[in-house]
Antibody, heavy 122, light 111 residues
């Protein structure tokens, strides 16, 4: 059974870089059968798609975050990661990683992690 | 591009049916048949309920169904059960520049 687990610092200072990792078990991040996604939910708000990576290094980003966001894969650790630079309080959110299966399309997430809370402090 | 519009809350009694709407535009829901729905209990991983507007993954009860008319997608939950109390999010593909848009989420209360 595939499981995804987010990890990273719960507190990041404003203007610094946020780095999160998603560890995948039960599947391979090298697989051509999946895209690997990051999504977040700010407090009291809806979900926001951040981006995904496929057969590294093919990446696709939310245009509103493209200048600050980077997603990468570490095949040796079976992980994929998110880096978000120059963070502000608006980046405070629960961050989720997820898997998008490639089939007729890949525009849905069939497995999610439980999420990790990140707070940006001043 | 703006997020998809969902009602903030809906409610129903056990055994009843409820429908949650997700309003978009021709650039997202209206332009593609790539709408998905997710159930989210606090503290748990979100769960895929519906994809490609109407398709249900194996293991998801038939009580959950999806549909679309124009730029509005809907999730219907029939035979409400207490465990259905959760938040529900819609998501749509929105083209090769925007990719994915989510709704603001709907909190379902089972009375």
């Amino acid at each position: 059974q595939v499981q995804l687990q987010e990890s990273g610092p719960g507190l990041v200072k404003s203007s610094q870089t946020l780095s999160l990792t998603c560890t995948v078990s039960g599947d391979s991040v090298k697989s051509y059968d999946y895209y690997w996604s990051w999504i977040r939910q700010p407090p009291g708000k809806g979900l926001e798609w951040l981006g995904y990576i496929y057969a590294s290094p093919n990446t696709y980003y939310n245009p509103s975050l493209k200048s600050r966001l980077s997603i990468s894969v570490d095949t040796s650790k079976n992980q994929f990661s998110l880096m978000l630079t120059s963070v502000t309080a608006a980046d405070t959110a629960v961050y989720y990683c997820a898997r998008n299966p490639v089939g007729y399309d890949f525009y849905y997430m069939d497995v999610w992690g439980k999420g990790t809370t990140v707070t940006v402090s001043s | 591009q703006s997020a998809l519009t969902q009602p903030r809350s809906v409610s129903g009694y056990p055994g009843q049916s409820v429908t949650i709407s997700c309003i978009g535009t021709i650039s997202d829901i209206g332009g593609y048949n790539f709408v998905s729905w997710y159930q989210h209990h606090p503290g748990s991983a979100p769960k895929l309920l519906i994809y490609d507007v109407t398709k249900r993954p194996s293991g998801v009860p038939g009580r959950f169904s999806g549909s679309k008319s124009g730029s509005t997608a809907s999730l219907t939950i029939s035979g409400l059960q207490a465990e259905d109390e959760a938040s529900y999010f819609c998501c749509s593909y929105a083209g090769p520049d925007t990719f994915e848009l989510f709704g603001g989420g709907t909190k379902l209360t089972v009375l």
